[in-house]
C-alpha cells in the first residue's frame, strides 16, 4: 500500500493516555508527564501534521491541579498556534460536532486565535465529565480555544455518534468519537443496540472511518469492557485509548475486518509488564482510502524495567532450610537489580530530557517455603539510583495469586434494612459496614473520614450526578492515597502490584424514596479481590 | 479640567473586587458574580475603552472552581477578542514588566491572539499565588492569552515596583501596580523603606503616574493597614481595590496631593451599610496629565437594602413588661421588610439580567429588657421573595458591642511545650487545644475535621509556603461553612454581621527543628473577638 504524502494525505499524530499531571508531587517523576507530553507536541509540529488526534486521559486527575492545567496550557499556546496554515476543512455542522461546547466551532477557523496544528480529543475516563455543571478538564483548554473535545455523548438512552467530515484534498475523513462511559453501561448500550453511528448521506463508501474510543479492551469481567465485534464493520481504523500496552500497530480484526490501533500511555502508571513495552506514538498518513501507521518511538519516558524471579526454580542457590537463605535471596535479588540497572542505563536514548532514573521492579515469587527479607531496607541502597526505590521489589506466592477470586462482602448481612419510616444515617451505615469489614480488608478504614464527608456532600446536594461524584471521589481518593501517601504501616501490605490487581474500592449507594419524598440511603463498600476494572491502566 | 476624547485620550474601564464564583453554590445567588462581571466587559466594549484595569479579588476563591474559570475563560473570550485595534503602545522593557509569567509580553502583541481590550490585573487576597509552583488563578488566564497580570514581587525583602510604560499619541501613562501583601508585612516594608517605585528615566515629569493596590485601607488595628501617606506623592491617581465600598469618584489627599479612587466591590459579599451603597465601575479618562472619572452604575448587581431599628428608642411603642411585646416587634419588623421590598423593588432599574430578589437586612438592637423572636420562623415568611431568607434579621445589643475588645487567647495554657525529645502529634495539639478552647469558642469545633486533615497536609509537605496554604485553607473553610453550610445548630450563633466582625479565625503554627533534624510543631487557633482583618471585605 503506497502513500506519498501529497496534497491528498492526511498526517495525523495520534497520541492517548498522557495523564498529565500523574504523580506531580513526586519530587522524582513529577515532571514526567510534562515533559513526554511536550516531546509530543514537539513530533507533531516538525512532522507538519495536519492535527493531532488524542485518545483520552490527557489529564490523569478530573480536577487537574492549577499548576498541571497551567502547563497544559502553556505547552498548548507553545506548539499549536502560529502561522502554518491548517489545509483541511470541515464539512460536517459543527454545531452538531461541538453542541456542548461555548464556543461550538473548531478553534483554527476561530478567526481571533491563530492556531497551526488543531487537536482533537475525546475525554477518558479519568478527565471525564462530573458534577453539577457536567464539565470535564477538557473544557477548559477548549474555552480557551487551545483544543477541540468531541465525541462527547449527553444521553444515557441513547447515543448518536455523528462524524466531524474532513477533507484535504480528495481524501475524506470522518471522523468518529466517543469519550469514555463505564464499560458496564456503554456495553448494555451496545448490547441494546442504543448505540448508533451516523453515516454521511452522500457516497457513503468514499470516506475514510475513523473512530476513537476509550474503553476497556481485555476482558475484565463479563461485561466490563468493550468487544471489538461490538464495533460496526464500515470503520476502517479503530484508535484505542484507555489500555496503556503499546500496541500501535494496525492489528486487524478479521472478522469486523477493520484495523485497531492500540497507542498505550506516554507514561507508566502500573509497573506491570504491559507498561514495560517501549512507548510510541503513531504518525497516520491516510490517503483516500488507504492508510500507514508510523511509529514514533518516544525518548523521554523513562525507563521501566521488570523482571520475575521464582526461588523455588533455583534448588541449588536457595535451600529454605539453610538458617541464611534470606540473606542469599537479598544478595541474589540485588544483583539482578544491578542487571536490570545495567540494562536500563543501556537502553537509554541519550535524549538529554529523557530522566536518569530507572523505574525498576522484580517481582519474587517467593512459594517454597521461603521468607520475604525486609523490603524497606533493601530500598535505602537505591534510593539514589532508581525512581521507585519504595517498591523496587514485589513479593507473592504463585499458589496464592492462583486462589484468589473475585469475591465481594455481603452487604445485607453488613447493612440490614432499616425498618419502614425510621431513617439510617449514612455515617452510621458506613461506621457499621466499616467494623464488620475491618477484620478483612485492612485498607478500608484508611478512608472512613473522607467516606463521611463524601457522603454527607451526596447528601446535601440530592442529585443524580452526586453519585458518580462520590464514587469516582472515592476511587480516586483511595488510589492517590495508595500511590502517594502510604505509611510504613501500610508499606508491607500494599504494593503497586497489588494496588492494581488486589485491591479495588467501589461505593455502593442504594436509595429508595419515602413516601414524604425523603431519601433513604443504604451506603456499602465493596472491595473485590483479583482483578479490578482498574488493571493496568491505574 | 478639559477632556474631549481624541487621539491622546486613554480610556480605560476600572473595575475591582469581582470575586467571580462567590456563592457559586447558592441556588438564587450562584450566578450573580458572572451575570455582572459580563457586564462589565460589556460596557467596556461599548465605551471602546482602551483597556480594562482590574484591582484583584477577580475570583473569590484562591482555587477557583472548574465552571468559575470556564465562565471567566468564557466572557474574556467573548468580550475581549476582536478586530477593534488596541491604539496604544508599551515603552517598557515587558520582560520586566511580565517576568514571572511563561509568556513574558501583553496578550495584544502575541501575533497568534487577536485581542481587542486587554485587560490589565493584579492579584487581591483572595486569588494570590500560593503553592510550590507560586501560581494564582489568574495565571491560568495570562498563560491562555486572555489577561495580563502584573504586579507581582516575588521578593520578600524587597519590592520594587517597575511600571509598565504606555504611550497614546502624546499622552503618557505610567502603570504602577502591587498584587496584595499581608497588611502587617507591606506596611513594615514600607517603614523600612524595602519598597521603592522605579520612574522612568527621560522626563519624568511628563507621565502620569496610576498606581493600583489591593490592600486595607480603613485602619483595622494598628499596622494592619496601609496608611495614604505611605505612597510616594509623585503619583496622580491611586485606584485602591479590596474595600468594597464604592468611592469611586476620585478623593484629594491633601497632603499627598494625589487622588484615591475607590471603585469597590461589583458583589454583595457582607451585609453591611458600606455594601449597600450603589455599586460602580469607572470609566477613566487620561489626557496628558489630566483625567477625568465617569461613573457607569451597574445595572445588573442585585440590589440591598439594610436598616436599623433600636427598640428602646420606640418607648410608646414597645414595653419590655408588655407579656406580648415580643409579637409587637415582630410584627414591627416585618412592616419594616415589607416598606424595604416596596423600596427595593422601586429601586429596580429594569435590567431584564437584573436579579429579582434583593438582598434584605434589618439590624435590630433590643437592648433594654426585650427578647429576641425566633430568626427562622421570621425567615420562612420572606422564602420566595427574598435572596438571603436565612439573615434577614440580625439582633444585636448596643451596650454588647461596646463592651466587645480584642481578645485571643491564651495558647501557652493550652498547648505545653513537649519535652525534649518527645514528639508531640499535632492531632493532639489541635485535639488538645479544641477540648480547652471548646467552652469559650463554640465554633472552633466546626472546623476540627478539617483542621486535622489540613494539617496533616502541611506534616507531609513539610514546605514553609504550605503554611500560608494552610491558614487560607482555613479561613476559607470556615468562612465558607459560615456562609453557606450553617445549620440551625448554629444559627443563632452566628449571623453574617458577626461572622464578619466577631470570628476571626487565625492558624497559629510554631515550629522547631530537633537535633536530629525533624520538626516538631505547635499547632493552635487564634479566635479572635473584635475587629477582624476581614472587616468588610468578606
Redesign the interface.
Known amino acids: 500500500m503506497s502513500c506519498l504524502d501529497d496534497e491528498d494525505t492526511f498526517k495525523i499524530l495520534v497520541a492517548t493516555d498522557i495523564h498529565l499531571g500523574y504523580m506531580e508531587k513526586d519530587p522524582v517523576r513529577g515532571n514526567d508527564t510534562f515533559v513526554t507530553f511536550n516531546e509530543i507536541l514537539d513530533h507533531a509540529r516538525k512532522n507538519e501534521v495536519d492535527f493531532i488526534l488524542l485518545g483520552g486521559d490527557l489529564f490523569h486527575d478530573n ?1 487537574p491541579s ?2 498541571t ?2 502547563s497544559c ?2 505547552s498548548l ?1 507553545k506548539y499549536c ?3 502554518r496554515p491548517v489545509q483541511f476543512e470541515i464539512l460536517s455542522d459543527q454545531a452538531v460536532n461541538f453542541h456542548y461546547s ?2 461550538p466551532w473548531v478553534n483554527y477557523q476561530d ?5 497551526s496544528i488543531p487537536v482533537f480529543s475525546i475525554h477518558g475516563n479519568h478527565d471525564d465529565p462530573t ?1 453539577a ?1 457536567a ?1 470535564c ?1 477538557l ?2 483548554l477548549s ?4 483544543l477541540n473535545h468531541f465525541g462527547r455523548s449527553t444521553s444515557v438512552e441513547k447515543i448518536d455518534i455523528s462524524p466531524i467530515l474532513l477533507r484535504k484534498g480528495r481524501t475524506k475523513i470522518a471522523l468518529y468519537g466517543l469519550g469514555a462511559i463505564p464499560d458496564e453501561r456503554l456495553y448494555r448500550m451496545f448490547v441494546n443496540k442504543q448505540v448508533t453511528m451516523l453515516r454521511p448521506k452522500e457516497d457513503e463508501d468514499s470516506w475514510f472511518n475513523l473512530f476513537v474510543i476509550h474503553q476497556n479492551r481485555s476482558k475484565h469481567g463479563a461485561t466490563n469492557y468493550i468487544p471489538e465485534q461490538f464495533l460496526d464493520d464500515f470503520i476502517n481504523l479503530v484508535v484505542w485509548g484507555h489500555e496503556h500496552e503499546c500496541k500501535i500497530a494496525p492489528f486487524k480484526n478479521e472478522q469486523q475486518r477493520f484495523y485497531i490501533s492500540q497507542p498505550g500511555s506516554s507514561v507508566v502508571t502500573s509497573l506491570s509488564p504491559g507498561e514495560a513495552v517501549k512507548k510510541h506514538i503513531g504518525l497516520l498518513h491516510v490517503k483516500g482510502k488507504k492508510m500507514k501507521m508510523e511509529k514514533i518511538a518516544l525518548e523521554t519516558v523513562r525507563t521501566f524495567h521488570i523482571e520475575d524471579i521464582v526461588l523455588a526454580d533455583h534448588p541449588d542457590l536457595f535451600n529454605p532450610d539453610n538458617p541464611n537463605v534470606t540473606q542469599a535471596i537479598q544478595a541474589f535479588c540485588m544483583e539482578k537489580v544491578e542487571l536490570m540497572l545495567d540494562t536500563a542505563e543501556r537502553e537509554r536514548l541519550g535524549n538529554p530530557r529523557q530522566p536518569e532514573k530507572p523505574i525498576i521492579r522484580l517481582r519474587v515469587d517467593y512459594a517454597g517455603g521461603f521468607e520475604p527479607f525486609s523490603v524497606h531496607r533493601f530500598s535505602q541502597k537505591y534510593m539514589h539510583r532508581v525512581a521507585n526505590p519504595k517498591d523496587i521489589i514485589h513479593f507473592f506466592r504463585r499458589r496464592e495469586q492462583k486462589e484468589k477470586k473475585e469475591i465481594d462482602l455481603n452487604f445485607e448481612k453488613l447493612v440490614s434494612r432499616p425498618a419502614e419510616g425510621t431513617t439510617l444515617r449514612v455515617e452510621d451505615l458506613v461506621k457499621q459496614y466499616f467494623q464488620t469489614a475491618e477484620k478483612k480488608v485492612q485498607l478500608s478504614l484508611l478512608t472512613e ?1 473522607g467516606m463521611g ?1 463524601a457522603v454527607q456532600e451526596f447528601v ?1 446536594k440530592e442529585e443524580k450526578d452526586a453519585i458518580e461524584e462520590l464514587v469516582k471521589f472515592q476511587l480516586e481518593k483511595t488510589q492517590k492515597f495508595l500511590k502517594e ?1 502510604r505509611t510504613d504501616a501500610v508499606e508491607e501490605k500494599i504494593d503497586e502490584e497489588k494496588k492494581i490487581c488486589l485491591i479495588h474500592v467501589e461505593l455502593h449507594i442504594y436509595y429508595y424514596c419515602e413516601k414524604d419524598g425523603r431519601y433513604n440511603l443504604f451506603v456499602a463498600f465493596c472491595i473485590g479481590l483479583g482483578k479490578s476494572t482498574r488493571t493496568g491502566q491505574a
Open positions: 480536577k492549577r499548576k492545567v497551567h496550557l502553556e499556546r498556534m502560529g502561522d461555548k464556543f478567526e481571533n486565535l491563530n492556531i458534577g455543571d464539565l478538564a473544557d477548559i474555552c480557551a480555544g487551545l473520614r464527608e446535601d501517601r
